[in-house]
């Protein structure tokens, strides 16, 4: 919070490897506040494994991450979450046998710190009920505060993780491809709710969908083999000729 | 307005799923203080500490997602030492009780911070095979009577009431398992069971949000062999006898069973469960049919054709009286 420069996270020749095999390397990251950055790229490019460095799933073979000038690198995920770095999943992640409200509230008593008191009342939760409901009202499921959350239809449950993920109030959304597997409505639904969310935020998103991309992103990464090979918006990045190889193979370059 | 409306709306599920279980508890409540009159109280009594271990393996089974094979050392060894320190030590039913249960706890402790490390097949596998050191412990020590066991350990008394008196013993360890029952009751209705059961669907989920799973499991995997532990005791204190059968692996599996049947993640399961189990146990031994092939036929059924246990199947039909 100190810190208010205008890069909110920056990633210092980062690499992974995996035994040898070379999954990310030398890739400079520089996320500006308040825009929705996309990490695009076709597959096997280690846009995933770029990801779980970034959300501590993987410790960097080399490199350094810093999210507001602070060196992050060495954190476990849930340390990065009470940072306010906070991911979403590409299967919906949510606790399908909680209410939808639950969910929400789960995340709340994440952000109050340790919930370790097994002898107090569950009412004693009762009182974050409004806030949660806060946040279910911004994706639209206030409707339906007490169904199980795996009884949602599909689309609803990303709205769900969104909310949950709201909940943690993060400064950072990280989004694991928000619309894999998503039909034309649902896609719709959810890049007006990352848009919305997108407000006083800042969002790092990889993305298979080139619409969603082009729609939402300020910023766009090329990844081709581990590397970054373009960045810019929409229209510099799909004018580069390594793109457009990287895409379509070398004949159309 | 708008505000009592959610307010009324964000409670019904809750109070609907904890007005089940308090419902749950007074049957259960009335039932044991009325069965000694038509039930030989000793089978109850088994019943009763049995469905203690079965309600600490669910605690982890049905609310943690953690399939424990070892809750027979903190049974078993409870029921040890509950077993020396009021025959050889003579100090009385509440004071090795207190030794005792806290002996169990501090077990599930060591357990503890070897095994929450573990998940799934994994988990189960190192508990069992801690279990099974403690379990040759026991065969090794003297103070556990080796094959003989520890028998007649004396009953005494407790806050001046002669447990020598059926109804007596029947009391105490009615409360005690009362105490067990609310204490789960409690763990599972609070902000910690919450997590729990969050841990239970998404453990990655709660990480990504701030939280470790480690800790909670940590806690909870304690809390469970504290209930273990004096259902061990308990057991001791009714049948005078601590023997190798209280730490063998089966005894570990019945735990597993009696919650399977009863209906994991479910507050009652287990004790229907453990009233099941001891029912059939002691009926099969008069006809002469080997337990154990009837428990694992028990088991297939139960995972092949009602999952959710007794009291889960029934807890299904609550929708059709709406």
């Given at each position: 919070m100190k810190n208010k420069s205008d890069i909110i996270l920056e990633t210092k020749s980062l690499r992974k490897e995996f035994s040898g095999f070379v999954a990310v390397s030398g890739v400079n990251l520089k996320v500006r506040r308040g825009s929705i950055h996309a990490i695009i790229g076709p597959n096997g490019a280690g846009k995933t494994t770029l990801f779980n460095l970034l959300t501590k799933v993987h410790q960097p073979t080399d490199g350094t991450i810093e999210f507001n000038g602070r060196d992050i690198t060495g954190l476990s995920s849930p340390e990065i979450a009470r940072l306010g770095i906070v991911r979403s999943f590409q299967i919906s992640a949510i606790f399908p046998e909680l209410t939808v409200l639950e969910n929400v509230r789960i995340a709340l008593q994440c952000r109050r710190g340790d919930s370790f008191d097994f002898w107090k009342p569950k009412k004693t939760l009762f009182r974050m009920n409004d806030e949660a409901r806060g946040y279910l009202e911004s994706v639209g499921l206030d409707d339906s505060l007490n169904s199980m959350a795996g009884d949602l239809p599909y689309g609803r449950r990303r709205a769900l993780e969104i909310a949950t993920t709201l909940a943690m109030e993060p400064e950072l959304l990280l989004l694991d491809e928000p619309t894999a597997g998503m039909g034309t409505?649902?896609?719709?639904?959810?890049?007006?709710?990352?848009?919305?969310?997108?407000?006083?935020?800042?969002?790092?998103?990889?993305?298979?969908?080139?619409?969603?991309?082009?729609?939402?992103?300020?910023?766009?990464?090329?990844?081709?083999?581990?590397?970054?090979?373009?960045?810019?918006?929409?229209?510099?990045?799909?004018?580069?000729?390594?793109?457009?190889?990287?895409?379509?193979?070398?004949?159309?370059? | 307005m708008n505000e009592t409306k959610t307010n009324v709306q964000s409670n019904i599920p809750v109070l609907d799923r904890w007005n089940l279980e308090i419902i749950g508890i007074v049957l259960v409540v009335l039932f044991f203080l009325v069965a000694p009159f038509f039930i030989y109280p000793v089978f109850l009594m088994k019943a009763m500490s049995y469905a203690i271990l079965g309600m600490s393996v669910n605690l982890l089974l049905g609310y943690v997602g953690l399939l424990s094979f070892g809750h027979a050392a903190?049974?078993?060894?409870?029921?040890?030492?509950?077993?020396?320190?009021?025959?050889?030590?003579?100090?009385?039913?509440?004071?090795?009780?207190?030794?005792?249960?806290?002996?169990?706890?501090?077990?599930?402790?060591?357990?503890?911070?070897?095994?929450?490390?573990?998940?799934?097949?994994?988990?189960?596998?190192?508990?069992?095979?801690?279990?099974?050191?403690?379990?040759?412990?026991?065969?090794?020590?003297?103070?556990?009577?080796?094959?003989?066991?520890?028998?007649?350990?004396?009953?005494?008394?407790?806050?001046?009431?002669?447990?020598?008196?059926?109804?007596?013993?029947?009391?105490?360890?009615?409360?005690?398992?009362?105490?067990?029952?609310?204490?789960?009751?409690?763990?599972?209705?609070?902000?910690?069971?919450?997590?729990?059961?969050?841990?239970?669907?998404?453990?990655?989920?709660?990480?990504?949000?701030?939280?470790?799973?480690?800790?909670?499991?940590?806690?909870?995997?304690?809390?469970?062999?504290?209930?273990?532990?004096?259902?061990?005791?308990?057991?001791?204190?009714?049948?005078?006898?601590?023997?190798?059968?209280?730490?063998?692996?089966?005894?570990?599996?019945?735990?597993?069973?009696?919650?399977?049947?009863?209906?994991?993640?479910t507050l009652i399961g287990p004790i229907v469960g453990a009233l099941f189990i001891v029912w059939a146990q002691d009926g099969l031994a008069e006809i002469g049919m080997s337990v154990v092939v009837m428990q694992g036929l028990l088991f297939m059924a139960t995972v092949l054709l009602f999952r959710k246990g007794i009291v889960g199947e029934l807890g299904r039909l609550k929708k059709y009286f709406r």
């Open positions: 409505e649902d896609i719709d639904r959810t890049a007006d709710l990352i848009q919305r969310c997108a407000k006083d935020r800042t969002i790092i998103m990889v993305e298979h969908n080139l619409g969603v991309v082009a729609r939402l992103a300020d910023t766009i990464s090329v990844q081709v083999r581990g590397q970054v090979v373009a960045e810019g918006n929409y229209e510099t990045v799909s004018a580069d000729p390594l793109v457009k190889e990287a895409y379509l193979g070398a004949a159309h370059a | 903190f049974f078993g060894l409870s029921a040890y030492m509950f077993g020396h320190f009021a025959k050889e030590m003579d100090f009385g039913v509440a004071l090795s009780m207190l030794i005792a249960v806290s002996g169990g706890t501090l077990l599930g402790v060591l357990f503890a911070m070897i095994a929450v490390r573990r998940i799934e097949f994994y988990f189960a596998m190192i508990t069992l095979a801690l279990a099974q050191l403690v379990y040759f412990f026991c065969v090794q020590a003297e103070f556990t009577g080796g094959d003989d066991g520890l028998q007649g350990i004396p009953r005494g008394e407790i806050l001046g009431f002669s447990l020598l008196e059926n109804s007596h013993l029947y009391g105490f360890v009615l409360l005690m398992f009362l105490f067990c029952l609310l204490f789960v009751f409690r763990i599972i209705n609070s902000p910690f069971g919450e997590m729990l059961k969050a841990i239970r669907e998404n453990p990655e989920r709660v990480t990504s949000l701030g939280c470790s799973p480690r800790t909670y499991k940590f806690i909870a995997f304690v809390l469970s062999a504290f209930l273990a532990s004096i259902g061990g005791a308990l057991k001791a204190l009714v049948f005078q006898i601590a023997a190798l059968p209280d730490v063998h692996w089966l005894m570990s599996g019945d735990g597993v069973l009696m919650a399977l049947v009863g209906g994991i993640g």
